[in-house]
């Protein structure tokens, strides 16, 4: 494990690489980061660094809006093969249909999509600006992709508008079920909920807290509280314990993993920075086309 370190720091140097790491990845894969975040928040930091080389360790959506965001730098993924079942959720024709029904239908995309699912978006949204932004909007009626989940909290907080819902989740969290956040209750008598808008509806409702992953860690941060039973990916218990070290974080549900999050290992990010593959590719039309609603995102979230 030290010598994959120290290979992957020299390779930074020669390469000029810098590695940009999801919450939901291993935590061996966290600690050679040079930061820690959420997809979006990456994707917009890597406009900023002074790096050639990007190597995002995340899911392949993740890797596309850093692409996107980036044409002129090399964003390489360590495991090509992770995937988010979620960002591919959402039927073209289902949104031509809706758009053909209501003519001042506004599409509303998770940024956790592909690139080609944003291409028919009106503007894409973050779990942490999504109310900020349909609300914003001048439309009535909003399509919402492809997270049911956080769709449904949207419009919980936005009644005034009219919300539909596509049929889409994300597996890690809608697993979670009102029996487990109960067991773990029961278990940490004095811990406060903490949940990711992607879970159901009942589960949201027995909250302390709902928010974004790095809403999560900041509201943990800033609580006198000592005790958090965490409502997403395990992953971020790493973050959590890292900036809490006097603070206690459970999982809801003894497996809470996201599987293709941790196919990224050590020695494929040495893998990639050594050979150059997995480079993201996205073609320029596609790239010019998924970047309108994110540009109109950054626009709207100010």
């Known amino acids: 494990m030290i010598d994959l370190r120290a290979r992957i720091e020299t390779l930074k140097k020669e390469k000029n690489a810098v590695i940009l790491t999801h919450y939901y990845v291993r935590e061996e894969v966290q600690q050679v980061a040079d930061y820690i ?3 979006f928040y990456l994707s917009k930091l890597a406009t900023t660094v002074d790096a050639d080389t990007i190597v995002f360790c995340g899911v392949s959506f993740m890797g596309e809006s850093a692409k996107i965001l980036n044409p002129e730098k090399t964003v390489l993924l360590p495991d090509e093969t992770a995937d988010c079942p979620m960002a591919h959720m959402a039927d073209i024709n289902r949104i031509e249909e809706l758009r053909s029904k209501y003519p001042d239908l506004a599409v509303v995309c998770y940024i956790n999509s592909t690139a080609r699912l944003k291409t028919y978006a009106d503007v894409c949204v973050t779990s942490s600006n999504a109310i900020k932004i349909v609300k914003a909007l001048p439309n ?4 919402f992709i492809p997270d049911e989940n956080l769709g ?3 419009a919980s907080q936005i009644p005034e508008k009219h919300i539909i819902f596509n049929d889409g989740f994300c597996h890690v969290h809608t ?3 009102a029996g487990d956040v109960e067991s773990a209750k029961e278990t940490h008598p004095q811990a406060l909920f903490l949940v990711h808008p992607e879970c159901r509806p009942e589960i949201t409702a027995l909250a302390d807290f709902i928010g ?8 943990a941060a800033k609580s006198k509280a000592k005790d958090f039973i965490i409502g997403t990916e395990t992953g971020v218990l790493y973050e959590l314990r890292q900036k809490n070290p ?12 996201c599987t293709d999050m941790k196919k990224i290992t050590l020695e494929q990010i040495v ?15 596609l790239r010019q086309a998924s970047n309108v609603p994110l540009m109109k995102m950054l626009a709207l979230a100010k």
């Open 271 to 285: 893998h990639v920075l050594e050979t150059g593959k997995h480079a993201v590719t996205v073609d320029e039309e």
């Open 246 to 257: 006097d603070k206690h974080f459970y999982s809801v549900r003894p497996v809470q993993c």
């Open 37 to 39: 975040g959420d997809s």
């Open 152 to 154: 449904r909290y949207v």
């Open 140 to 143: 009535q009626h909003i399509f």
């Open 212 to 219: 974004s992953t790095s809403e999560i860690i900041d509201y």
């Open 175 to 177: 697993e979670i079920t």
